[in-house]
């Protein structure tokens, strides 16, 4: 390993600063779990890591809001989040998604900022917040800006963070009575990155329709994708066989898949197939 | 006679738990040099030049060396257990894509590890073959001429050979196949497939060689210290006294470790340097190391109309990758028993091993018998449905029982094939109604039973030394690699001297002070060390005996044996020291025939009963229960057979479901763990472990091997739970939901787009 810069700012404000926004070997570092999966084989030479371990300790708490919100901070590690009250009472969804992220070695160290700028499309907790409607604060040099999850990401591995902004924290809205599901399907070991994950979040007119909808698509393509068709055929309609096979054919032709190592783009379309209409049943039951 | 049967908490357990336990990869000595390998990128080709001055000129890196520095201190740098076709750094030419070509030393890894990547190597490509079948006919020849290393008599007629890829062609013939295939009811005939695998060892292959003068030390992760000392002493014509190998515990070895692995290059590289060096791979140099063969096995079987196996025709081959390692003695032992455990009079093996463009493959826990089980067990099932029997009855009614003889002509002795399935299909309460399952996740049970003949003949040597006070130390070169061999073998020779096993002090691993052993493979510890330490336990009780009687003890006494020392030798002094060698007999099969009256010191039998359940919308496959079952003898510690049964099992899951090389011209492409998934333990289903009440008689107090029983049956179980449940039959591995889907599509008559 060629040697580089390794510097430990305190404050948030001054990891931005000794970021680059012209060269991309300057790079913040968190958990450095997915960072050092590319650094071992060479993938990644930096020259100069900031690591964001001694930034202000609010950037590590979670707090709900009165409302049912909540403000989860980028420095937050996914073993803290999945076993947060705040988190798991407002969000059911949230506590058997967030095991299946990766395995508890991983989710001890990775922090909740990482996992969400970091790109690779094979993510879990991209999809999970987008289906949520989270959106993160964005720290750079000239100040903050706000930016929905689903609206990070450009393609694979690439998103709309500038070398020198950092996720401050995401802030996931209420609930307010809407039901969420969310599966991850691998398709070699349980803990493995996703052949396909995929989320939805329903708001109910009634107990049968469906005054709202979000769905949400990860692994199988690109990059985090919310199915727009989809979610428009199921605003506003009634929950049914019939219903949940259009939606789920809409599904199957609306996304575009990639073929890779996890399944053919075939088997990913026929994965989605089946598995929307099983997680639009499970948010509902 | 306590201490067999006794489930004696393994003894080096808390030192592994409590960080204590040494192992190479964490030895660090003064004046220690890194060395870092740069590898080929082409998977055949001549070398033309290698440019090694960026790397030189890096700050910090000591030298960088290449296959023609090494002859420097070794003329002729060539190993192999079986052939001597791997140069210690290439020469000439390279074969696989991950062959080591140049070795950067320095001070700090890291440095030598950037520096590798600096040296340039330019190569002439030659075509090259990577599928074993082609490699047959193929024009593209791996190795000019083929070198048996002349250890192995049944490999002899190979040496000279030119233009082929083959490096052994076993073959079997008892009975008259043809004839009654044309005679029989029934031919069935299928053909099963199986990926190149790893062994996955948590530590890697560590050497650290230490120069000193006219001697060498190495510190080496070996599961076979006598020959590594052997085989380095021939390469630079020394005697064995000369290097002393050195072995602590290993962090796991399955096969990785056997044989010299990197040992060479760290010796040639301390020698040339004179300073003491260390090789420690990363876990992701392992896909460039040593791996598991990749198979095609074609089956032909005849049967009659009352479900009789009456000829069965078996056409194996191995793919060895770019050096032989030690897969023609795979391909040769499991030429043995590739038709499976079945009475048929009949039979017809060819078991080809050829070399390919791929990293080598050689031996892995089992040794390429859970490949043939995984095509025998699969075919048999197959035809049991074919003729509309019961799965479990049709075996039953072919099983092969003691005394009769096997394909080589070998009778059965203190084998328990029989007890193992019934034992399985009492534990899977095979004959009772069975939950098929709802919706869309059906549901589905199998069984698979596979033996195994072990390694021989081979020798095993220990020593027994009573100190004067009574305590006493066994040495032997039986590696304890976490399957708990420092133990039981504890237990043994406690149970000779009548003494607690815990007080009994371990040394293995160190050519120095322990006798010889062929090596801890083969799941031949048990037997062969175990007798070796059983007679070694006896000599010094004997001398023991014979030292009471010289100093007057009357004869059966319960003296102290504190008591006979100090009346011997008039104070606290003196020792017995107890020897013992056990080498087996054995009758090598005729070359035409495989036929020989004894062909294994005994046999290995483990079977395997899976409950799956299928998702029939998405393919996916879930192992709900894993039931294995296996003979081993009278068991030294229950327990540890046990764990072994589970992990051999969970090795061989991940095998069957997740584990796989995947290749693009010759370049693994998935070389990382990230992509390459062992099981993890939401992958683990239900397992239990079964031992069936058996006696090896010619085993140390009736205990035989156990270390690959559970691996047989585990992968044709699945296979056949998987048809069981939703009527598609895999024929090959590993068993992806994709493939399960596709097969289910298929058979509706509706199948997924190819891409």
């Known amino acids: 390993m060629i040697p580089f810069d390794w510097v430990e700012p305190a404050s948030l404000k001054e990891a931005v600063s000794l970021l680059d926004a012209d060269d991309s070997t300057v790079r913040p570092i968190s958990g450095g779990t997915a960072l050092m999966l590319m650094m071992k084989p060479g993938f990644f030479v930096p020259s100069r890591l900031v690591s964001l371990a001694k930034i202000e300790a609010d950037y590590s708490s979670i707090r709900a809001g009165g409302d049912g919100s909540l403000r989860v901070g980028a420095m937050t590690s996914l073993a803290e989040l999945e076993r947060s009250a705040a988190a798991i009472v407002n969000f059911p969804v949230m506590k058997g998604a967030l095991q299946t992220l990766s395995n508890i070695r991983v989710r001890n160290v990775a922090r909740v900022g990482g996992a969400l700028a970091h790109g690779d499309p094979h993510m879990d907790l991209p999809p999970l917040f987008a289906t949520l409607g989270a959106r993160v604060s964005v720290v750079g040099p000239d100040g903050t800006r706000d930016i929905a999850v689903e609206d990070l990401y450009l393609g694979y591995y690439q998103t709309v963070l500038k070398n020198n902004e950092l996720i401050a924290e995401a802030i996931v809205p209420p609930l307010n009575g809407a039901r969420a599901a969310y599966k991850k399907i691998t398709s070699r070991s349980a803990d493995d990155w996703p052949a396909l994950n995929m989320g939805v979040r329903l708001e109910m007119a009634d107990a049968n329709t469906i005054k709202a909808a979000r769905v949400v698509l990860g692994a199988a393509s690109e990059r985090v994708t919310r199915l727009a068709q989809t979610e428009s055929l199921l605003t506003g309609a009634i929950v049914n066989d019939g219903l949940l096979k259009r939606v789920s054919e809409s599904a199957a032709a609306e996304a575009r898949f990639v073929s890779d190592a996890h399944g053919s783009a075939a088997y990913k379309r026929e994965l989605l197939r089946v598995y929307l209409p099983r997680t639009i049943k499970e948010a509902l039951s | ?755």
């Open chain 2, 1 to 755: 006679m306590t201490e067999m049967g006794r489930s004696l908490p393994r003894l080096e357990a808390r030192s592994k738990v409590t960080g204590r336990a040494d192992y190479v990869h964490n030895m660090r000595v003064p004046g220690m040099l890194h060395a870092k390998i740069f590898r080929s990128t082409i998977a055949h080709g001549r070398i033309l030049s290698i440019d090694t001055s960026a790397a030189r000129e890096m700050e910090g890196v000591h030298s960088v060396l290449t296959g023609e520095d090494i002859t420097r201190v070794m003329a002729k740098p060539y190993f192999g257990p079986a052939f001597h076709d791997q140069a210690i750094l290439a020469l000439e030419k390279v074969h696989f894509i991950g062959e080591p070509v140049a070795v950067v030393l320095a001070d700090d890894p890291h440095v030598a590890a950037e520096a590798a990547k600096l040296i340039l190597a330019d190569y002439e490509e030659l075509e090259a073959v990577f599928d074993e079948v082609e490699a047959v006919t193929s024009k593209a020849i791996v190795h000019d001429e083929l070198k048996p290393a002349g250890t192995f008599a049944d490999l002899k007629h190979l040496a000279g050979r030119r233009n082929t890829n083959v490096t052994l062609d076993y073959q079997l013939r008892r009975g008259d196949v043809e004839k009654a295939f044309a005679e029989c009811d029934h031919v069935f005939e299928h053909t099963f497939r199986t990926q190149q695998v790893l062994h996955v060892p948590l530590e890697s292959h560590a050497s650290l060689a230490i120069p000193g003068h006219d001697s060498l030390v190495i510190h080496t992760s070996t599961q076979t210290p006598s020959f590594v000392r052997t085989e380095i002493a021939r390469l630079l014509g020394w005697a064995d006294n000369r290097v002393s190998v050195q072995v602590p515990f290993l962090g796991g070895g399955f096969g990785a470790k056997v044989y010299v692995k990197m040992e060479a290059l760290a010796a040639a590289l301390a020698l040339l340097v004179k300073r003491p060096v260390k090789i420690a791979l990363t876990m992701e140099e392992q896909f460039y190391t040593i791996s598991k063969h990749a198979t095609t096995f074609r089956i032909k079987s005849g049967v009659s109309k009352d479900g009789r196996i009456v000829a069965r025709a078996c056409d194996v081959w191995w793919n060895g990758g770019a050096y032989a390692d030690i897969g023609p003695r795979v391909a040769q032992k499991t030429g043995f028993t590739a038709a499976g455990p079945y009475d048929i009079e009949n039979v017809r093996i060819e078991s080809t091993e050829v070399y390919t463009n791929r990293p080598p493959a050689g031996a892995l826990r089992g040794f390429g018998v859970p490949q043939l089980v995984w095509a025998y067990e699969s075919h048999t099932d197959m035809i049991a449905r074919a003729l509309g029997m019961d799965t479990v009855e049709f075996r039953r009614k072919n099983i092969l029982r003691e005394g009769r003889p096997q394909a080589t002509g070998t009778a059965m002795r203190d084998a328990a094939i029989d007890k193992v399935l019934d034992c399985v299909a009492e534990r899977m309460n095979w004959t009772a109604p069975f939950d098929r399952g709802a919706g869309a996740i059906k549901r589905g049970r199998g069984v698979g039973i596979g033996f195994k003949a072990s390694i021989s003949p081979t020798t095993s040597g220990a020593i027994v030394n009573i100190s004067a006070d009574g305590s006493i130390v066994l040495y032997t070169n039986t590696i304890d690699m976490g399957q708990g061999s420092d133990t039981g073998m504890a237990q043994l020779a406690a149970e000779v001297l009548n003494v607690p096993a815990e007080s009994i002090k371990v040394v293995h691993g160190n050519t120095d002070v322990a006798p010889y052993d062929m090596g801890t493979l083969g799941s031949r510890s048990t037997f062969h060390m175990g007798n070796a330490v059983k007679l070694a336990a006896e000599d010094a009780k004997a001398k023991l005996a014979a030292l009471a009687a010289e100093v007057g003890l009357p004869e059966g006494t319960n003296y102290d044996v504190k008591e006979i020392f100090r009346k011997r030798y008039g104070m606290q002094a003196g020792n017995v020291v107890g020897v013992g060698t056990y080498v087996p007999r054995y009758t090598p099969p005729d070359p035409k025939t495989g036929q020989s009256d004894n062909v294994t010191p005994f046999w290995m039998i483990g079977g395997t009963g899976a409950e799956v359940e299928v998702d029939t919308e998405t393919g996916h496959v879930r192992v709900i229960r894993l039931v294995n079952v296996a003979d081993a003898g009278k068991p030294i510690n229950p327990k540890i057979c046990r764990t072994q049964l589970s992990g051999g099992a969970i090795m061989q899951l991940g095998f069957t479901l997740t584990e796989d090389m995947v290749f693009d011209g010759g370049q693994v492409t998935n070389p990382s763990f990230a992509d390459y998934k062992i099981p993890g333990f939401r992958d683990v289903p239900v397992m239990e472990s079964e031992l069936v009440t058996a006696t090896q008689e010619t085993g140390p107090f009736g205990a035989k091997g156990i270390g690959e029983s559970s691996t047989f049956g585990v992968s044709p179980a699945i296979a056949n739970a998987i048809e069981d449940a939703v009527g598609v039959r895999i024929t090959e591995l590993p068993i992806r939901p994709e493939a399960v889907l596709r097969a289910l599509r298929a058979a509706e008559g509706r199948p997924l787009e190819a891409v």
